[in-house]
């Protein structure tokens, strides 16, 4: 694994709140009427729509943001499990080379 992702992946984490509150838009909708045909109704009419994409699009960037952090916390316990393996297998490693040499030095010493 990068080992520069997860230190990254953690320095964004804390802000991510901070974006979504950002994204999230300042005017809430007002009902038009859809039978006016005059351009300050339709320029309404659009905003009113860019609006609820706005807020659509910052509940879904909310919760990719938790998908996110729940994946950062899964990797991290990931890494955490693997580097206890690791360090086992090392020790176990080592514990058979010093036995292989004291095995090949008995066997030395004994012709």
Do not use: C
């Not at 009902?31 to 109704?41: G, S, W, Y």
């Not at 609006?51 to 729940?70: C, F, G, P, T, Y």
């Not at 206890?84 to 090392?90: A, E, I, K, Q």
């Not at 176990?92 to 010093?98: D, P, R, V, Y």
């Amino acid at each position: 694994m990068y080992t520069w992702l997860l230190p990254a992946v953690k320095a964004i984490l804390p802000y991510v709140g901070d974006i979504v509150n950002a994204a999230l838009p300042v005017f809430k909708s007002r009902k038009i009427d859809e039978t006016a045909a005059t351009q300050e109704a339709l320029l309404q009419k659009q905003i009113n729509e860019l609006q609820e994409v706005a807020s659509l699009n910052a509940v879904h960037i909310k919760d990719l943001a938790e998908q996110l952090r729940q994946m950062v916390v899964t990797l991290e316990q990931g890494v955490i499990a693997n580097e206890r393996r690791y360090r086992r297998m090392s020790v176990l490693a080592w514990t058979a080379i010093a036995l292989s040499l004291t095995a090949i030095g008995l066997w030395l010493g004994s012709n």
